[in-house]
């Protein structure tokens, strides 16, 4: 039993020298295979990279970069997307004591791009009905002021957005704006 144990330890002292061989050999070509997966992706990397940084010289800035850096604009037109624009809006504002009182306002839609116009064109209903429900349902005093014609900017784009499935306008623009 004794004799066992000592050729099992020799043997498996040889046999793990045999295996510490083949090991170093095995994590080699591992390594060496992954080395060239790494060089490989990171020349392919710089080589397209490349291409896309001459390409984006002769373009010019992006939108991005011409919104943080205001020297950089070549053209303005191009910050601003397609825009929607409505019929006026005459509505009565609910009575605040102070006798019956009209707003007048008139309003453009930035849309996300020019794919959205035909669904609001197409839904202009829903669209003009969502709105003249938010405008009815204020007061004078809920539209007065700086404050209160960006609290209803931020109303109309929510509902109007809501009502849209595929596209959403950017931002809304009201270009008259009358209480009487």
């Known amino acids: 039993m004794a004799d066992e144990a000592e050729v099992q330890a020799d043997g498996g002292a ?78 009565n504002l609910i009575d605040d004591g102070r006798g019956p009182r009209y707003l007048k306002v008139s309003m453009k839609f930035e849309l996300e791009s020019e794919e959205v116009r035909p669904e609001v064109e197409g839904r202009l209903a829903q669209v003009r009905d969502e709105i003249l429900l938010l405008l009815t349902s204020k007061r004078v005093s809920d539209v007065e002021g700086s404050d209160g014609k960006r609290i209803l900017k931020d109303e109309i784009f929510t509902r109007v957005n809501k009502i849209l499935v595929t596209g959403r306008i950017k931002r809304v623009y009201i270009t008259d704006f009358v209480i009487q």
């Open 14 to 91: 040889e046999g793990g020298e045999g295996n510490k061989r083949k090991i170093p050999l095995w994590v080699i070509i591992l390594i060496a295979g992954q080395l060239v997966v790494v060089v490989g992706l990171i020349v392919a990397f710089t080589v397209l990279s490349g291409h896309k940084d001459e390409h984006a010289e002769e373009a010019g800035p992006t939108v991005e970069e011409q919104k943080l850096d205001p020297s950089k604009v070549k053209d303005p037109s191009a910050l601003i997307g397609p825009q929607f624009e409505l019929e006026e809006f005459l509505v």
